[in-house]
């Protein structure tokens, strides 16, 4: 049978591959932010965040606070990266979430499988400042290796196993992956690539987005999946995406490390909904992926809260890996 060797999970901001004199420029964006969700849970503009902000996150915007946080970034990716080059697998399954890349509201399903010869990556036009970080996501159009049969193979076996999954072959005219997936082909990978099965949520939207529970129970399906499949396959799960932003809550972080290291799954089950949504939403990929590697340690390689704004905005990059 194939086996789950391995779990990875790291952030995927553009914030990670912008050289931090720019995260000032990127804090501008956040002023015309629809997404910004406040330490309580309730959507709010900037101004009202910033109000809302306590005075000494003035300190978190220190040039040589943002450099450190820049180099433990990049060491947090350098770290993910030799580890999945180490386990030398034969596939690696991605859960993510798309943020209108690829569905939309015509029809935005919870939870998809893309299983066709390969994925198509089309350069991202994103905006500047945040173009000086597109090529973290891939400059070209170009196309990647899919792991096909594990895909074909886990669709059918997460339907026996009662999850209604939707699937793509391929994607609509001047569509590509989303950025959780080229991010990981890119960053992660670099020039050695892996056969990808990637597994995107709903985590953004509502009001079909996954429970945590869920979330969780998705991951042991996709383990029984990856069990169940007639070959003798190495396999990597890897979460792509969080921690919390745009606005930075280190309570929910934290309380999120410590669930993951303590395999207290009443506790990641339990983290309250309302800070769930926007980018912290994402966190919800870190729990599909404690599901599939339940069986392993969980071991924080490092977590960063790049906050690049007074009113708190940034995104907290976490890094780490299940062995």
Not at 269 to 280: I, K, Q, V
Request: charged residues 20%; contains cysteine; proline residues 5%.
């Amino acid at each position: 049978m194939a086996e789950i060797v391995i779990g990875l999970g790291t952030s995927h901001s553009p914030q990670l591959s912008l050289m931090p004199e720019t995260w000032s420029l990127h804090a501008e964006n956040d002023k015309r932010n629809p997404h910004l969700y406040g330490l309580d849970g309730i959507h709010h503009t900037y101004e009202e965040v910033l109000d809302m902000a306590d005075a000494s996150i003035e300190k978190q915007l220190d040039p040589e606070l943002w450099q450190k946080r820049y180099d433990i970034c990049q060491n947090g990716i350098a770290t993910v990266s030799q580890k999945l080059a180490e386990a030398n697998v034969d596939a690696v399954i991605v859960i993510g979430d798309d943020q209108e890349e690829v569905f939309q509201e015509d029809n935005f399903p919870a939870m998809a499988v893309y299983w066709g010869d390969t994925i198509s990556n089309i350069p991202d036009s994103l905006q500047a400042p945040l173009r000086r970080a597109a090529w973290a996501y891939g400059l070209e159009e170009k196309e990647y290796p899919i792991a096909k049969e594990l895909a074909s193979h886990m669709l059918s076996s997460l339907i026996e196993q009662e999850f209604d999954v939707a699937r793509s072959r391929y994607f609509r005219k001047g569509q590509g992956m989303g950025h959780a997936f080229s991010f990981i082909y890119t960053r992660i990978m670099q020039d050695k690539l892996i056969p990808m099965v990637p597994v995107m949520l709903n985590t953004y939207f509502p009001p079909n987005q996954p429970t945590p529970k869920r979330s969780y129970n998705l991951g042991q399906a996709i383990r029984n999946a990856v069990e169940e499949w007639d070959s003798d396959a190495r396999v990597a799960v890897i979460a792509s995406g969080g921690l919390s932003h745009f606005v930075i809550n280190e309570e929910l972080d934290h309380s999120v490390i410590k669930g993951l290291q303590d395999r207290d799954t009443e506790g990641l089950f339990g983290l309250p909904r309302e800070h769930l949504n926007s980018g912290s939403s994402e966190i919800r990929n870190w729990i599909t992926t404690s599901g599939a590697t339940e069986h392993m340690d969980f071991t924080l390689i490092d977590y960063a809260p790049c906050y690049r704004s007074p009113a708190g905005t940034g995104c907290a990059m976490a890094f780490g890996y299940w062995s």
